[in-house]
């Protein structure tokens, strides 16, 4: 038999000045898990690959084939590989200095959202950078490195929308080409009470996997991502 540990939970005065930042920086660890969620999608790679996923789902017209759990399963996996070199500068630059009591959590912030704000900008379109600083009323920074979040964040979700639609548009088009073939077919052959989507749906998926068409989006994804 395994012992079964047993676990207090109890509330009191701190003793010492260690036991109160020790209890801040656990409060505070505490808020940015719950904040990981909101991080993943504003500041990562992983919005372009949801809806690119999202995209090729609905392009063959397959419902819910795959599932919502296997895409974004999928997307989340995608975007740990495409942020692997970011989120390992963030560990060693910030994360791990701080946990060690090496830095204070302002100094920590500042070197953590460096690497992340230097991979949006990679990514971001100036056009949007322009619309969110005269918005703010930021001043024109000298550097990049001077851009704050809050000009950052919403440019480069706006630049990953407009780069996952154009991505889907492409995916689109080989498969719409396949039901206007067919639906040009049925009406030619007077069969109008027959949904064209029911005749199609068999030749995208033969073409989607003739094509090897996972290995191809994932590819591109990859690709556009520098990876």
């Known amino acids: 038999m395994f012992p079964i540990p047993r676990i207090d939970l109890a509330i009191g005065g701190a003793g010492s000045p260690v036991e ?16 990981v969620p909101a991080i993943l999608v504003m500041v990562t790679s992983f919005t372009r690959t949801v809806i690119v996923l999202s995209f090729v789902r609905n392009a063959i017209a397959t419902n819910n084939v795959p599932p919502n759990q296997v895409l974004i399963g999928l997307a989340l996996f995608l975007t740990l590989f495409t942020m692997a070199p970011t989120l390992a500068r963030v560990q060693t630059e910030a994360l791990a200095p701080y946990l060690d009591g090496q ?79 067919v639906a040009s077919t049925l009406l030619s ?36 991502l520098g990876r």
């Open 20 to 35: 109160v930042v020790e209890s801040i920086r656990l409060l505070v660890l505490l808020t940015v898990l719950s904040l």
């Open 103 to 181: 830095l204070s959590q302002e100094v920590a912030f500042e070197r953590a959202s460096a690497p992340l704000r230097e991979f949006m900008l990679r990514y971001t379109r100036e056009k949007d950078l322009a619309l969110f600083l005269v918005a703010s009323n930021s001043p024109q920074p000298d550097t990049p490195d001077n851009l704050s979040l809050m000009v950052v964040v919403p440019a480069f979700m706006i630049s990953e929308l407009k780069t996952a639609f154009q991505m889907g548009v492409m995916l689109f088009i080989p498969f719409m080409v396949i039901d206007m073939v």
């Open 189 to 224: 052959m007077g069969m109008f009470m027959l949904p064209p989507t029911t005749i199609s749906l068999p030749f995208k998926l033969l073409l989607f996997v003739m094509a090897d068409g996972w290995h191809l989006v994932v590819k591109a994804l990859l690709e556009s």
